[in-house]
């Protein structure tokens, strides 16, 4: 029995010693190669034999082969089973956990007992937001935490800054993306809605809206209320 283990142990050993070969290989020829090529944030196999994930820019899916002799974007997909492994892979590495999210930069609408929480990303002058808002018009239920993100125009950061320093904060973004009702002009320290701006850098939120759920779920651009209900349906602990 001993000695299986050490043979067990030796063996993994030199597999393990053979895979940090194998990502050196593939790191030095790629770095040579493509001087332009974001640094490598790490390199994986994938379920095909022989072709390597090359991860950069935190979320950014590249596949190789085990030379780096090709680089490949696009997605992978498991014809079996029927999936897009790279979406899921996207999907897991830009997953925020909801205990880190900066909700004292956000404001919150409660909808009737407000047990069920999500929150979202939105530039005021996003049209998908608004259609958005129509649809989360017909949830009951929740706590929405609304992050103002401007990133549209320097109108948008204007109307940000407004709506974050109305009186009612709700009231005012429920009123312009509903209903049209300009926020009346305001002022205060807005500094939440410059870090929200920062904090969407880091987590690559590059439109609106952008939704995260209370399982870290995040979906991208407007949803209906059937699939808002879903997803809240989902996140339940």
């Known amino acids: ?105 956000a404001f919150t609408i409660v909808r009737g007992n407000g047990k069920r929480k999500m929150a979202v990303f939105e530039d005021p002058n996003c049209g998908y937001c608004k259609r958005f808002e129509r649809d989360l018009m017909k949830i009951d239920n929740v706590t929405v935490h609304v992050f103002l993100y401007p990133i549209l125009s320097a109108d948008s950061g204007e109307k940000s800054r407004n709506i974050w320093c109305a009186k009612d904060k709700g009231k005012a973004f429920i009123d312009w993306m509903v209903r049209d009702v300009t926020p009346p002009a305001a002022n205060c320290d807005a500094a939440a809605v410059a870090r929200n701006f920062e904090f969407g850098k880091r987590a690559r939120i590059t439109g609106t809206p952008t939704i995260i759920f209370a399982n870290g779920a995040r979906v991208p651009g407007a949803i209906g209320a059937e699939q808002i209900e879903k997803q809240l349906a989902e996140a339940k602990p």
């Open 1 to 105: 029995m001993k000695l299986l283990k050490t043979l067990l142990f030796t063996a993994l050993a030199a597999l393990s010693l053979a895979a940090a070969a194998q990502e050196a290989t593939i790191r030095k020829n790629l770095a040579e190669r493509l001087p332009n090529l974001p640094a490598i944030d790490e390199i994986s196999k994938t379920p095909m034999p022989g072709i390597f994930e090359v991860r950069v820019n935190q979320s950014d899916i590249f596949y190789t082969d085990a030379e780096g002799n090709y680089l490949i974007q696009g997605s992978m997909i498991d014809t079996k089973a029927r999936v897009d492994l790279t979406e899921q892979r996207v999907e897991k590495l830009t997953a925020i956990a909801f205990k880190d999210l900066p909700l004292k930069d």
